[in-house]
C-alpha cells in the first residue's frame, strides 16, 4: 500500500505556473496508474489527470488539457503535475492517488494523499 504526500501548491497569479509533485513511500509504486484529482470549495471531487505505471500513457480533463502536464519518475516514487496559463477556476485542493488501472474514476484509486492547496488569483 502506498502512502501518499503532496506539495507545491500555494497562491498564484492568473497565468502563472505551478508544478505539484506528490511522493509515495511503499515499495510497489511503479506498478500503480497515478492520478491527480482536485476538489474545490462546495463541489464534488473531479478527475484532472492521470499516467500510467510506466508514465507512456497519460489523459486529461479537458478543462485542463494543453495547459496542464503530468509525468512521473519511477526511480524517485513521484509523480508530478506541471500546471501552465493557471486560471482561477483551478482553484481547488489537488490530491494525488493511485490506483491498478488508469482510469478517470474516483472510485478505481485505492490510496489517497491528503491534498494541497492551489489558489489562483484573478
Known amino acids: 500500500q502506498e502512502h501518499l504526500v503532496e506539495s507545491g501548491g500555494g497562491l498564484v497569479q492568473a497565468g502563472g505556473s505551478l508544478r505539484l509533485s506528490c511522493v509515495a513511500s511503499g515499495r510497489t509504486f511503479s506498478n500503480y496508474a497515478m492520478a491527480w484529482f482536485r476538489q474545490a470549495p462546495g463541489k464534488e471531487r473531479e478527475f484532472v489527470a492521470a499516467n500510467s505505471w510506466s508514465g507512456s500513457n497519460s489523459y486529461y480533463a479537458d478543462s485542463v488539457k494543453g495547459r496542464f502536464t503530468i509525468s512521473r519518475d519511477n526511480t524517485k516514487n513521484r509523480v508530478y503535475l506541471q500546471m501552465n496559463s493557471l486560471k482561477p477556476e483551478d482553484t481547488a485542493v489537488y490530491f494525488c492517488?493511485?490506483?491498478?488501472?488508469?482510469?478517470?474514476?474516483?472510485?478505481?484509486?485505492?490510496?489517497w494523499g491528503q491534498g494541497t492547496q492551489v489558489t489562483v488569483s484573478s
Open positions: 492517488a493511485a490506483g491498478p488501472t488508469l482510469t478517470s474514476m474516483t472510485s478505481s484509486y485505492r490510496n
